[in-house]
């Protein structure tokens, strides 16, 4: 088990417990994490749980498909360490790890 820090695009932070092996999207869906959505239920077709990984946590996150570059291209707010959160598969090295979500999801 870990913790992952989710910061609202106001900076409001949400501290969450996380269990390794589900998505960073059912992390936050799991805790009401305001702004992620995951409408399509973690399918890569939709965009509704874009997140922006700092630099230093960015590697830990693992390879970009060409599905989730696609959706990432339409995104406003994209940033070069933008993920879909349902891309991302937890991990315990990812404990402490801050994730910034954009104010405004597709």
Do not use: Y
């Not at 409001?12 to 092996?21: I, L, Q, R, S």
């Amino acid at each position: 088990m870990g913790k992952i820090i989710f910061i609202e695009h106001d900076n409001t932070e949400h501290a969450v417990n996380f269990e390794a092996g589900i998505t960073l999207m059912q992390v936050a869906v799991d805790n009401a994490i305001p702004g992620i959505d995951g409408d399509c239920g973690g399918e890569c077709a939709c965009g509704t749980c874009h997140m922006i990984i700092p630099d230093e946590w960015f590697d830990k996150t693992g390879a970009i498909s060409e599905t989730e570059e696609q959706m990432l291209s339409m995104t406003p707010e994209r940033s070069q360490t933008s993920r879909l959160g349902c891309q991302v598969e937890a991990t315990e090295n990812m404990d402490g790890m801050t994730v910034r979500l954009p104010e405004f999801q597709m």
